[in-house]
Nanobody, 121 residues
Framework: QVQLVESGGGLVQAGGSLRLSCAAS????????MGWFRQAPGKERELVAL???????NGADSVKGRFTISRDNAKNTVYLQMNSLKPEDTAVYYC???????????????WGQGTQVTVSS
């Protein structure tokens, strides 16, 4: 079955960096668009960044210039490099796979279990 396993979360001070990874198995990874979403307590899930099967990227305005999404099809892995982290970036971060690149989480077919990112001030 399809599995998406996130890693790389943790506690970091404001201004620091983290790199999240999402390893995929059980699917033809290169055919899928991949997204990183996040959900903070009491808030709705929101798209952070997405990358199409062809490698085009898009991201939320709140993270542009700070976060970079990339993929390695040889390793079936998608990454989220997060720099200049802010306390408001604190959330559980999820990766998702879908056949359509979309800002809507409802378009994604498979989800990881999430990894906690906490940014202290």
């Amino acid at each position: 079955q399809v599995q998406l396993v996130e890693s790389g979360g943790g506690l970091v001070q404001a201004g620091g960096s983290l790199r999240l990874s999402c390893a995929a198995s059980g699917l033809t990874f290169r055919r899928y668009a991949m997204g990183w979403f996040r959900q903070a307590p009491g808030k709705e899930r929101e798209l952070v960044a997405l990358i199409t099967s062809g490698g085009s990227t898009n991201g939320a305005d709140s993270v542009k210039g700070r976060f970079t999404i990339s993929r390695d099809n040889a390793k079936n892995t998608v990454y989220l490099q997060m720099n200049s982290l802010k306390p408001e970036d604190t959330a559980v971060y999820y990766c998702a796979a879908g056949l359509v690149a979309s800002i809507s989480g409802g378009q994604y077919l498979h989800w990881g279990q999430g990894t906690q990112v906490t940014v202290s001030s």
